[in-house]
C-alpha cells in the first residue's frame, strides 16, 4: 500500500522538474489558496488597528484636556498615557503575531481557570468589604486591569479549543453542547455578579455567535435562549440603576439620568457634516462627563462631524472584513473559530459603543476598541489583533517549512552528486 504523503509529487512528476520545473509549481492548491484576499488580510488589519490607535490618541488628548486641568492639574495627563498604552498595545501586537497561535489551545483550560480564579477572587473581595462597589479592577499598584478584559478572551480561547475539538459530534447534547454552555453561563454569570451586566450580556452573545458558527444545533441554541432570556431580564432590572436606564432609553427616565446621552446629541449636533475641527469640541468642557472614555464617539462625531464618525465606522467594518477572512483562510478548525471570535468581540464592542453614544442602545460601560482612553482593554484588544496575526502568517509559517522539506528531500546534483547516486 502506497502510503506516500500527498504533498511529494509521484516519480513522473518529480522527473519533469529536472526539465524546468520548480517545486512551488507543484505545490497542492488547496494549500495555498490563489486569488483571494487573505494574503492581504494581516497586513491591512495591522494598518487599521495602527491607525485608529493614532486617531485614538488624538481623540483623546482632545477630549480629555479640559478634564486632565480639572482632576489632575495637567492637560497633557491623559495624552501621554493613552501614547504610553498605544506604544505597549503596538509592541504586543508584534510579540504575539510573531508566535504560533497554536500554543493557546494547549494552555487554553490554563487560560480559562486563570480567569474564572481571578473572577471569584474579585467576588470574595467584595463578600469580605475588602472592595467597594462594583468589584472589576484587580492589581497593584498602577499595574491594575479589569478581569474582564481577560476573561473575554479566555473564553474565547477556550470555546475556540471546543468546537474545534468536538466537530465529529459537535450536534451532540451531552458530549458537545453541555461542557460548551455551562462553561458559558459560569463565565457569564461571574462577571454579571461583579456587577457588570452589560460586558456579561456581550460575552454571552460573542459565546453564542461562535457556538452558531461552529455549527452547534440551531434547536439547542434557541431552547437556552428562551430559558435565560427571563432571567436576564430579571436581573437587569433588579438593580435601581440599570433600571433607570433602560426608563432613560425609551423616554421615561428624569434629567439626571438622561443627562449624558443628551450631552452626547448635542456634541452630534455641533458638528454636523464636517465638524467643528480638532480641539474645537465644545461638549468635552465639561458638560459631557468622561468623554475621553464611553462616550469619546461623541467628540469625534462633535469635532470632525457625520463623515469623520462614519470613517471611524467603516475601518471598524474594515477590521471585521479582514478578521472574517482570516478565519475564512485558516488552516485549522482552531484558528478559525479563535480568529471569528476575537473579529466578533471586536466589532461588537466597537458598534455597541456607538450605538450607545448615537442613543440607539441603552446606555452601557464599554469602551470603543483601540478609541477610548485605557491600558486595560487596549492591551488585551491589541493581545487579540496580534493572534489574528498570528493565525494569518500561518500559511507562510507552513510554506516556508514545506519548502525546507522538500528542499532537503533534492538529490544531490553536479559530479559528487551523481558519484553518490552510482554508489
Known amino acids: 500500500m502506497d502510503n506516500a504523503s500527498p504533498y511529494i509529487a509521484p516519480d513522473d512528476s518529480y522527473q519533469r522538474r529536472f526539465q524546468g520545473r520548480s517545486v512551488q509549481e507543484q505545490e497542492p492548491p488547496e494549500l495555498i489558496p490563489k486569488n483571494t484576499f487573505e494574503p492581504l488580510a494581516g497586513k491591512l488589519l495591522l494598518f487599521l488597528v495602527i491607525l485608529l490607535m493614532c486617531l485614538g490618541v488624538l481623540a483623546v488628548y482632545s477630549s480629555g484636556a479640559g478634564w486632565g486641568v480639572q482632576k489632575f492639574s495637567n492637560s497633557e495627563y491623559f495624552l501621554w498615557r493613552q501614547a504610553f498604552y498605544t506604544f505597549l498595545g503596538i509592541t504586543v501586537i508584534f510579540l504575539v503575531g510573531g508566535l504560533n497561535y497554536k500554543i493557546l489551545k494547549r494552555f487554553s483550560k490554563i487560560i480559562l481557570i486563570a480567569a474564572v480564579g481571578l473572577l471569584g477572587l474579585l467576588l470574595v473581595l467584595k463578600a469580605v468589604g475588602l472592595v467597594d462597589g462594583a468589584a472589576r479592577w484587580i492589581g497593584f499598584g498602577k499595574f491594575r486591569f479589569q478581569a474582564s478584559d481577560m476573561a473575554k478572551y479566555a473564553i474565547i480561547i477556550y470555546m475556540s479549543h471546543l468546537i474545534s475539538e468536538k466537530q465529529s459530534y459537535i450536534k451532540d447534547l451531552h458530549r458537545a453542547y453541555y461542557p460548551m454552555i455551562s462553561i458559558l453561563m459560569a463565565v457569564v454569570t461571574l462577571v454579571a455578579l461583579e456587577p457588570n451586566f452589560s460586558t456579561a450580556s456581550v460575552l454571552a452573545l460573542i ?83 468622561a468623554p475621553y472614555n464611553d462616550f469619546i464617539f ?68 464599554l469602551p470603543m476598541p483601540f478609541i477610548s482612553f485605557g491600558g486595560s482593554a487596549a492591551l488585551f484588544n491589541s493581545f487579540g489583533v496580534g493572534i489574528l496575526i498570528s493565525i494569518s502568517r500561518e500559511k507562510k509559517r507552513l510554506k516556508k517549512s514545506q519548502a525546507k522539506t522538500e528542499k532537503k528531500a533534492e538529490p544531490k546534483t553536479g559530479f559528487g552528486g551523481y558519484a553518490e547516486a552510482q554508489r
Open 298 to 365: 461623541a467628540v469625534v462625531g462633535e469635532e470632525y462631524g457625520f463623515l469623520g464618525a462614519v470613517l471611524i465606522l467603516l475601518i471598524f467594518v474594515g477590521i471585521v472584513i479582514c478578521g472574517v477572512s482570516i478565519a475564512k483562510n485558516a488552516m485549522d478548525e482552531f484558528g478559525r473559530h479563535l480568529a471569528f471570535g476575537i473579529t466578533i468581540a471586536i466589532g461588537l464592542y466597537a458598534f455597541i459603543n456607538a450605538g450607545v453614544a448615537c442613543h440607539v442602545l441603552p446606555t452601557t460601560g
Open 207 to 289: 459565546g453564542f455567535i461562535m457556538m452558531f458558527a461552529g455549527r452547534v444545533s440551531l434547536l439547542h441554541l434557541i431552547v437556552t435562549l428562551l430559558a435565560v432570556l427571563p432571567f436576564g431580564a430579571i436581573f437587569a432590572i433588579a438593580a435601581p440603576y440599570r433600571m433607570a436606564r433602560l426608563l432613560t432609553f425609551i423616554g421615561q427616565g428624569d434629567a439626571a439620568m438622561s443627562y449624558q446621552i443628551r450631552q452626547a446629541l448635542i456634541g452630534f449636533g455641533n458638528g454636523g457634516l464636517f465638524g467643528l475641527g480638532p480641539g474645537e469640541s465644545k461638549q468635552r468642557e465639561l458638560f459631557l462627563p
